[in-house]
Structures are given as structure tokens and as C-alpha cells.
């Protein structure tokens, strides 16, 4: 029995003030295109299926018309929801949905939802927990001393009544300890979101939502699918796939990754503002990219941003990389810093800012308001 993985579909997101929703139905696509090619018996989506608990029309809207286009091609569907849905919202429906294929979990109520499936080899059954913390757990099981997110995941998990002589699939939408993070995720200060990739050593394949990184925990079973489209400057290296997962008898799954070919990509682009500006360094290339631009020039170029924007109008970020901004500098002592004059302070000041000494006449008006400013 086939499925394919996917989670992370932000729909409805932006990054700075770009709307990426073009690029996430070119996504949603490639997964419909992919179930035409593999037949899948059903989707899984690991949480976070909006940006936002409370959507954009032109999101649901999305997501409405992926479901019935699974609809129409009888394959089943199975949503959790993520840090970033309302739970309320994602399920409401949820009984009429199933009529048509489409199994939503509902708010944690202290048992997990579970759909069984039939094939050649058996019984696949797919285990459905929503994104919980640790307060969602503890009103429902006050006997299993629920204190942090691993805690909270062991009492959800203890309480599924599994047959573990079958196949079992289950979906989660957590923070696994030890997998790399991404700037577009929601972090907890400290990692008390933790839990430990072992609370789901029972389950044959885990399905995976909360990191954008496509990447394995533990074992190859227990996978993060990542998001289908890069959605920070720090996810530019990512490849993106999702996730096709074939479970044959007992104990023997295939695993495999569909890479996604993004409608924009986002990218580093670097050089002078005389080189990113010469017809034939562009020329040929996809301009219409998001970009991080790094601009080697010395001097700040006025109004950089906008001029670049002619021709590279998708600029996220642009910063500068030079002599003046390379420089690193230790922290000084105290007593170093009680030795020092004011003079001392703002030649160092202006040393570490722009990689040069302060000209004489520079220093001349800086001592000339600074003696003003004494009285």
C-alpha cells in the first residue's frame, strides 16, 4: 500500500511582502501529478496546512480545491493539524468529510483517531494526533504525570490501543530532538518542545509535520517530508520532496523522495553593483527568482534596492559583504575598557565600523561636540 507523505503547506503565506501562493498551487500540483503517476491509496498531511489559525479566503480556497481534485481521483486523505492551524477549524466537517474519503482529526480529547485500510498483506492502519502540548494531554490523563512534551507524547501514544502484529502508520506534527530547524519554523526558548524520536519505536512508518528540512529521525521510518516550498533565506540549500512511502508485508516499507521543482526559487546572488548590473551576468539566468542579493562594492550604492529591482524584482534581502562588514572583533577587558579614553573609544569605534582610521578632521568635530556636550 502506497501513500504520499507531505506536510508544512503554509498556504496562504508571504515572505517579506510577497504572497506565495502561486508557487504553493505549483506545488500542489506536482503532488497531484505525482498521484496520477504512483496511485497512492491516500495523502497524508502532517500539519500546518495554513499560515495562519485564522486563513485568508484565497487560502481555504486552495486547500479546497486540492481535496476535491484528490476526490475525483478517489484517493484518500488524511489531515492532522499543525502549531499554526486552529484545530477547530481544520476539523469542522470532519464526519461529513469521511463520506468522501477525506479523515481530518479533531482536537486531542484523550484518544487518537484511527482509519484501517485493507490490502494483499493485510490491515494498514493510520493513526491521526494532532499538534498537542502538554496542558491538551494533561486534563485527559492525569495518572501518566504529563510534565513536558515528551511526557505528553508517551501518555498519547500509551494510550492508543494498537495491534502491533499489523501494519501501523501514525501522523504527528512535533519537534523531534535533534532535527534541524529552519528560520520560517516557531521555536520554543529552551527546546521544552522536545521529544524524543524513540516514543514512536512501535509504529511502522511516522509520518512527520513541523520541520521544513526533509530529513530522517532515527531511523528511515520515522521522517520529516519538510515543506513543499522554500519559505526563509536559510532554507536556499534545501532540496524539497515529498515523501512516497510503499508498505509491503510486515516490516518491509520502501521509501522514496519526489523532489519538487519550484515555480520561483529562492536564492544567493553576489557581487558588485557593476556586476550584477552588466547584461551578460544576467542574461540567460531566471531573474524573476527570489533573492538574497550580496553586494561587494565598498561603498554603500544609493538607492540600491530599488535599482536592482528593475531587473531582479523579486529581491527579499540585499546586505553587504566587504572589508567593513567581514571585520570581528574580541570583547575587551574591564580593565581594558577603564584604561581607555574617549578618543581611544571612538577611533576604535570607527576602526571596527569601517575598517579604516578616523582622519584627523573626523576626530577634530567629534571632540568639538563632545566638549559642547559636557557644557
Sequence with gaps: MKFIHISDLHLGRKI??????????????????????????????????????????????????????????????????????????????????????????????????????????????VHMIPFVKPAMVRRYHEEDNVTDYNSALEAVVNNIDMDKAKRNIVMVHQFITGAERSDSEEAFLGGIDNVDFDVFSAFDYVALG????????????????????????DEIKQKKSMTLVELKEKGNIVIETIPFQPLKDIRRIEGTYMELTDRNSYIGTKTDDYLHVVLKDEDDIPDAFRKLRVIYPNILKLEYSNKRTAVNRSVTSLEQVNQKSFAEYVQELYQIQNNQEILGEQMNIVNKYWEESKG
Excluded at 29 to 42: F, I, R, S
Excluded at 210 to 233: D, F, L, T
Design 210 to 233: 513541523h520541520i521544513h528540512k526533509p530529513q530522517a529521525m532515527g531511523r528511515k521510518c520515522i521522517r520529516y517530508s519538510g515543506s513543499p516550498v522554500k519559505y526563509s533565506i
Design 16 to 125: 517579506y511582502e510577497y504572497s506565495m501562493l502561486e508557487e504553493q498551487k505549483c506545488a500542489l500540483n506536482q503532488v497531484l501529478m505525482a498521484v496520477d503517476t504512483h496511485k497512492p491509496e491516500g495523502v497524508l498531511i502532517a500539519g500546518d496546512v495554513y499560515d495562519k489559525s485564522i486563513p485568508s479566503i484565497e487560502a481555504i480556497e486552495l486547500f479546497e480545491w486540492f481535496l476535491m481534485e484528490l476526490v475525483d481521483r478517489h484517493t484518500k486523505v488524511f489531515v492532522i493539524s499543525g502549531n499554526h492551524d486552529s484545530v477547530e477549524r481544520i476539523s469542522f466537517g470532519a464526519e461529513v468529510f469521511k463520506r468522501s474519503g477525506i479523515y481530518i482529526a479533531k482536537a486531542y480529547e484523550g484518544n487518537t483517531p484511527v482509519v484501517a485500510l485493507e490490502d494483499e498483506y493485510g490491515t494498514v492502519n
